[in-house]
């Protein structure tokens, strides 16, 4: 069996279960509360995420080494997290909210 290799769908994931997400919403009446927990999910696994890179790259490998902010340095943060998984999914959102 072949494996077909789509590496543009993975940039797309969060994306795509994000407009799932408000599809669901829509459904029961409100498509932008349902995209908008999927972002907020995501903004929350994303920042626990560039937590431990921050610990991992500045903090010795322990955690009560990290300000309460380490989060949010922009060296721990790639393209890849910040635009595909964290912002790309936003827009969407705040589009599906200000089309419904």
Known sequence: MKVIKMPWLNNLLH????????????????????GLTMTIFYVGRELTQ????????YGQG????????????PSVWDTH?????LTLPGIIVLVIGAVT
């Open 50 to 57: 560039a937590e431990y890179k921050w610990i991992k790259k």
């Open 81 to 85: 997290s910040f635009w595909w998984n």
């Open 15 to 34: 994306t795509l279960f994000v407009i799932i997400a408000s599809g669901i919403g829509f459904y029961f009446g409100n498509a932008f509360l349902g």
């Open 62 to 73: 322990k955690r009560e080494n990290m300000p309460w902010y380490g989060a949010l340095y």
